[in-house]
Nanobody, 122 residues
Framework: QVQLVESGGGLVQAGGSLRLSCTAS????????IAWFRQAPGKQRELVAG???????NYADSVKGRFAISRDNAKNTGYLQMNSLKPEDTAVYYC????????????????WGQGTLVTVSS
């Protein structure tokens, strides 16, 4: 089994910063894509940022220039640095990883974290 544990959410004033972390544990051979999604009240879950195994990244237009996604493969951890936060960034943020378990011919599994709440006050 594989689990993702997220941390770093909280309450911050507009213009402030937060850093989210997501660490995978369990039977892990390799991690391909790491992504952060968010879901605001009454809205659909949306992709915020993603980073592939080769470290190429992509961002939602709404966070470009403010957020930065990164990863530490040795620690099986992904990060989301969020700067210049706005009230509209308020949401539950979810980590998502594509993880390959050990074993010949094993397939990648899509695993979700439990979510961490980010609240940005105006």
């Amino acid at each position: 089994q594989v689990q993702l544990v997220e941390s770093g959410g909280g309450l911050v004033q507009a213009g402030g910063s937060l850093r989210l972390s997501c660490t995978a544990s369990g039977n892990i051979f390799s991690i391909n894509t790491i992504a952060w999604f968010r879901q605001a009240p009454g809205k659909q879950r949306e992709l915020v940022a993603g980073i592939r195994g080769g470290d190429s990244t992509n961002y939602a237009d709404s966070v470009k220039g403010r957020f930065a996604i990164s990863r530490d493969n040795a620690k099986n951890t992904g990060y989301l640095q969020m700067n210049s936060l706005k009230p509209e960034d308020t949401a539950v943020y979810y980590c998502n990883m594509n993880i390959r378990p050990p074993g010949v011919g094993s397939r990648f599994l899509e695993v979700w974290g439990q979510g961490t709440l980010v609240t940005v006050s105006s």
